[in-house]
Every structure is written in C-alpha cells, then in structure tokens.
C-alpha cells in the first residue's frame, strides 16, 4: 500500500499547484491513498469550505489540521459532518469533529490520528500521548495500517513520539514548522518516521508569508498583517509503502514538485 502524505498546504497558491499538480504526482507514484494538512489552505491561516473542496476535488482524500483549524468557523460544521477533514483529537471534548478517521478503498484500509504537540504550542490540548494511547486501544483493531500526523512546533516532542509509537503505528510525521526535515527513516519496530515533512507552498517565503512583512515584524516587534507570498511554489511531503497486512514500513521517501504557473 502506497501512501502519498503532503504538508501544510498554505494560501491559493498551494491549492492551485496541488490542482495541476497531484494527479500526475498520484499516478506516478502510484498513491493509493493521499493524505494532505489543511489548516493553513485558505489564506495561509484557516481552512474554510472552498479550500477544503478544492483540495479533495485535486485527489486529496483525507485532510489533517492543527491548531488553525479553528479560524474560520464555518467549517466547524463541515467537521462534525465529514469524516474526511479531521482536528488534533487532543483538543478537550466538546470540540467539533473529531481526531481520526477510517478511510477504506476497496481491499485497502487505513486508520488516521491528528495529535498536537504542547510544547511551545498556544492552545491548552491535553496529553497526545495518552490520548493516542486511548484511540489505540479503542479503534486500532479497524486495520493495522495506522497513520499518524504529529502537529507541533518541538522536534524533541516529535521525535520522542515516533520513538512512543514505533511498532503501534505504520508511519509518524511531523507537521506545523512548514521546514521538512531530512530524518526520514524506518524505526526498529517497523514504523516510517519524519520530524516535518515540510510545507505545500511558496519556498521563497518565510514558511509561506511573504518576507518582507515578516522580516519587518522581527525587526519592529510591531503587529503586522501577513501576507502569503507567490513565487516558487513546490509540493512537499513523503511517499511511504506499507505492508497492508501488517502495518510495517517498507519505504519512507521525501518528495519535493516545483509548480510552474501557466503563462509565467
């Protein structure tokens, strides 16, 4: 079973590389499922309906988030509707959605968890690790392929829950610092691991804002208005394979598609 896991998709950009884009990236790498963090697709902060159609209308099947899920509030609907677009299942109950999903395609099947990290994180969540303990022992037996988008701002907090969940979980990557790291590898116990897979969106940015703004900000310590920049978008994510009888990591992968917008 091929996975193709994409990052933070940031701002109109993001989504219309992923449009012309993916495809082509699922047919040669022969996907069978796609897994892409939208918390950032509309505006670079948020994710809204438009957004979120978009990205499953490009070949996107599952959606993950963050801690921006919740900036635009009229998806708070979608989440408690759809299963397809799923929130850090770490955030206190009461909160729309839910943090996992069951994707199933024919013979192939997968259980998906959304945690986020604490450290150095804004929202006040509760312990990803006894809460992906807790969604283990109550949905791990739907398939023993189980992926998991670990979304926080700490390597070390990444890290050690690739290590808590190696040999329990197929694949463990890191998402939110929109910078992929080059730690891809395959733990011990069989699980694919990657600290950030990186950003969907414009590289000569400052994690997909335009840097002047950025930089001004740094240097001022005044509020600004962010902006999502333009120029040299690429896709960035991992390819894994797994043995879909067993949950084990074959192959991990990092990926990187530059997109060239037509008529430029």
Not at 24 to 50: F, H, S, T, Y
Not at 72 to 99: C, M, T, V, W
Request: with cysteine; net charge negative.
């Amino acid at each position: 079973m091929r996975i193709l896991i994409l990052g933070d998709v940031v701002g109109r950009p993001a989504r219309r590389a992923m449009r012309d884009l993916l495809p082509g990236l699922i047919e040669r790498e022969k996907a069978d499922l796609v897994i892409a963090n939208a918390e950032n697709a509309a505006g670079g902060m948020g994710v809204d309906l438009k957004s979120a159609k978009e990205l499953l209308s490009a070949g996107v099947q599952v959606l993950t988030s963050g801690n921006h899920i919740w900036k635009k509030k009229e998806i708070y609907s979608f989440l408690d509707e759809h299963e397809i677009l799923i929130r850090p299942a770490n955030f206190p109950a009461g909160a729309p959605g839910r943090g996992w999903c069951f994707w199933r395609q024919n013979e192939l099947q997968a259980l998906i968890i959304n945690l986020q990290g604490r450290v150095f994180m804004p929202n006040h969540v509760e312990d990803p690790f006894r809460c992906v303990d807790e969604l283990l022992e109550n949905h791990g037996r739907l398939s023993p392929v189980i992926i998991v988008d670990m979304h926080g701002e700490a390597t070390s907090e990444k890290v050690a829950m690739g290590w808590y969940l190696d040999g329990r979980a197929s694949v463990v990557y890191g998402t939110h610092t929109h910078v992929p790291t080059a730690d891809e590898r395959i733990l011990p116990n069989g699980t694919a691991y990657i600290t950030d897979v990186g950003m969907c969106g414009p590289l000569d940015s400052v994690i997909g804002m335009e840097r002047e703004v950025v930089i001004q900000g740094f240097l001022t310590q005044l509020p600004r208005q962010f902006e999502v920049a333009k120029d040299n978008v690429a896709l960035q994510g991992i390819i894994t394979e797994i043995d879909e009888k067993n949950g084990r990591a074959r192959e991990i992968r990092r990926l990187r598609e530059y997109w060239q917008a037509a008529g430029s």
